[in-house]
């Protein structure tokens, strides 16, 4: 079974960066996508890869500032975060995701997901 763990969360002030990591063990790494939930809020979309790595798409809040990639060798997904804001602060995760019929990554995780512990990411001055 597909299982994640991210690492890479902390605390930095604005306009700061991280790099967030998501490894995989079970199988392979497949189509993922990063996924962060703030105190009080709902679980949002951040980003998403194909298996390929050949497209990737980002929610409006991150184009711009956030960078999704993988590591085949490693097994291993990356989101590359810069200019981070105080709105960024959230638990961060990772997991598989949907795909549309033409291949592309959905930023909507699949329904038999299980979510793991996730990384804490603060922006504060």
């Known amino acids: 079974q597909l299982q994640f763990v991210e690492s890479g969360g902390g605390s930095v002030q604005p306009g700061g960066s991280l790099r967030l990591s998501c490894a995989a063990s079970?199988?392979?790494?497949?189509?993922i996508g990063w996924f962060r939930q703030a105190p009080g809020k709902e679980r949002e979309g951040v980003s998403c890869?194909?298996?390929?790595?050949?497209?990737?798409k980002y929610a409006d809040s991150v184009k711009g500032r956030f960078t999704i990639s993988r590591d085949e060798a490693k097994n291993t997904a990356y989101l590359q975060m810069s200019n981070l804001k105080p709105e960024d602060t959230a638990v961060y995760y990772c997991?598989?995701?949907?795909?549309?019929?033409?291949?592309?990554?959905?930023?909507?995780?699949?329904?038999?997901?299980?979510w793991g512990q996730g990384t804490q990411v603060t922006v504060s001055s």
């Open positions: 890869i194909t298996g390929s790595g050949g497209i990737t």
């Open positions: 079970g199988a392979t790494l497949g189509t």
């Open positions: 997991a598989a995701t949907l795909r549309n019929v033409l291949g592309s990554c959905l930023i909507t995780p699949r329904l038999d997901t299980t």
